[in-house]
């Protein structure tokens, strides 16, 4: 079965937010009533679990989140709405300020109450010790207002503080059980979160089971237990789907979507994912020097047959991302820029221009050939192997290595990189998503590339109090990194779950790391 599809008018309103956010009654699907019975064990095969109990570490937010643990102020909806979660209501107080009631009732599965200090040393944290929380929270003054009001003061008027307080990394915890300067941990007696579920057992890279948090805000969850286990194969994964070994499974391979769809056991649900994978360059490297020119990185983008790259590495079970913007709905215009069509001549001639000539099929200069080293990760090693075809075609000698996501994040942090796949959210606060990529000091801009008029853009794209002068800025940072080129914008991820026929209320969502597991997914006996 074809998951379904959104069309291009849905997230559109994004862009201009209401002033005024209240909760409705529950917030992940219909919470189920208080009392109703726990469910049987729900079990969960995933590519990756979170690397720690500690929200704030890297690699753990956004699967505490995903699989039941942890909640945010504000969440994202599956059709692109932002709405509250621990929130009651958040509304805008003055031009340059929010506040944020807080839900009543709502605790820590401790039974600490989540009060306006908690959330505040929640964040207060984060920020200090995640790059992606303090993308999302840069220059924002949290303060308590008493014990249920947190206010959120700004340098200017910033329209999209809602999304930034629903993203994964600005997740809601109990920081006085952890560590004020130093992020991590795996025991799960420090982990003391707000969600359905709470961790009862975890193992670094193995699994990681939850039970059903007696205290949640929501109601009693319908599941007892979730165990969630990290299947690195993704032909296991499918494996465990097909014979139902597993209830819901991650992240299915496209080259088993057809074998699935067929099944009368399991339910393939593919959307479009709210992301966009691209290759990230290091024009810092030793190994591939000719990536600092940025004629070579304009003929990498100009060079990739995006059509033939979705057809062979996904099953076409994606779309061609010409530009970083364009897997956000809400901006049709992103994909009608950038990388827009496939022009080998092109990319040759920036090539030759750049002192790049081709000898014998492989290009070199001073007598030292192109090498470029190209790190992939899970799925993302079909994407790999179909550019190094397609830049072979160049005379580019690219190597592939299909390696783990932290070894990845390491090569970059020691800058022993080339080149590297990675998918970053492009639904949300889209100002702070995209200063991500672009701003000198961005989280995903990995090699820290200055873009001349970047900065002022992405000021205007994020507090001009006119939505179409917000718009425009956007998607001009947008043009821009398609002609400087810090990454070749490829595809959004496929977002492929197999869900067992067993399997009731589950939502498939459009955010990688949107919740998979709520309180009002339940299993049959």
Not at 113 to 122: G, M
Not at 190 to 215: C, H, Q, W
Not at 459 to 485: F, P
Request: glycine share 8%; net charge negative.
């Amino acid at each position: 079965m074809r998951g379904f599809r959104y069309s291009a008018t849905l997230f559109a309103g994004a862009a201009v937010l209401a002033l005024t956010f209240t909760s409705c009654a529950g917030t992940a699907g219909s919470a189920p009533p208080a009392g109703a019975p726990a469910g049987e064990l729900m079990r969960v095969a995933t590519g990756a679990i979170a690397k720690s109990v500690d929200p704030a570490a890297e690699l753990s937010a956004s699967y505490l989140r995903a699989h039941g643990a942890a909640e945010a102020l504000m969440r994202i909806t599956p059709e692109g709405k932002v709405v509250p979660e621990l929130a009651e209501k958040m509304e805008a107080t003055a031009p340059a300020e929010w506040t944020v009631q807080l839900r009543k009732g709502a605790t820590f599965s401790s039974g600490a109450p989540v009060d306006a200090a908690a959330v505040v040393a929640s964040l207060t944290r984060s920020r200090k010790l995640n790059s992606l929380a303090q993308g999302q929270l840069k220059n924002v003054t949290i303060e308590a207002s008493g014990t249920d009001k947190v206010t959120f003061k700004t340098p200017s008027p910033q329209p999209e503080l809602p999304f930034a307080l629903a993203h994964y990394q600005t997740v809601i915890y109990n920081a006085s059980l952890l560590a004020p300067d130093a992020v991590g941990g795996v025991d799960p007696a420090a982990s003391d979160l707000s969600g359905p579920y709470r961790i009862k057992d975890f193992t670094t890279d193995r699994t990681m089971v939850l039970e059903a948090n007696g205290s949640w805000w929501g109601g009693r969850p319908k599941l007892k237990t979730v165990e969630v286990r990290q299947v690195t194969d993704h032909q296991a994964r499918a494996q465990l789907a097909l014979s139902a070994q597993a209830d819901i499974v991650q992240d299915i391979p496209s080259d088993r979507a057809k074998e699935l769809q067929q099944s009368q056991a399991v339910q393939l649900v593919d959307v479009p994912a709210a992301n966009t994978v691209a290759a990230y360059l290091n024009p810092s490297s030793a190994i591939a020097p000719a990536l600092a020119d940025v004629r070579v990185r304009q003929a990498l983008g100009w060079g990739v047959d995006r059509k033939e790259l979705v057809e062979l590495a996904t099953n076409s079970l994606t779309t061609p991302s010409p530009s970083w913007l364009a897997s956000n709905p809400g901006y049709p215009d992103a994909a009608a820029t950038g990388f827009t069509s496939y022009d080998p001549v092109r990319a040759a001639e920036l090539l030759d221009d750049a002192g790049w000539t081709m000898e014998d099929g492989k290009r070199q200069k001073d007598g030292k050939p192109f090498v470029l080293r190209l790190l992939t990760f899970g799925a993302e090693a079909a994407t790999g192997e179909v550019l190094q075809a397609q830049w072979g075609k160049l005379g580019i000698d690219v190597q592939v290595q299909n390696v783990e996501s932290t070894l990845i994040t390491q090569a970059i942090k020691n800058g022993n990189w080339d080149a590297a796949t990675q998918a970053w959210t492009t639904v949300g606060s889209a100002s702070t998503l995209i200063a991500g990529q672009a701003a000198p000091d961005g989280a995903g801009n990995h090699s820290k590339l200055a873009i001349p008029g970047i900065e002022e853009l992405l000021k205007t794209a994020a507090a001009a109090g006119n939505a179409q002068e917000r718009s425009d800025a956007l998607l001009e940072v947008n043009r821009l990194m398609t002609e400087y080129v810090p990454s070749v914008p490829l595809h959004p991820r496929v977002v492929a779950t197999a869900v067992s026929s067993k399997v009731s209320g589950f939502t498939a969502h459009p955010l990688q790391y949107g919740q998979l597991i709520t309180g009002d997914v339940g299993i049959s006996k």
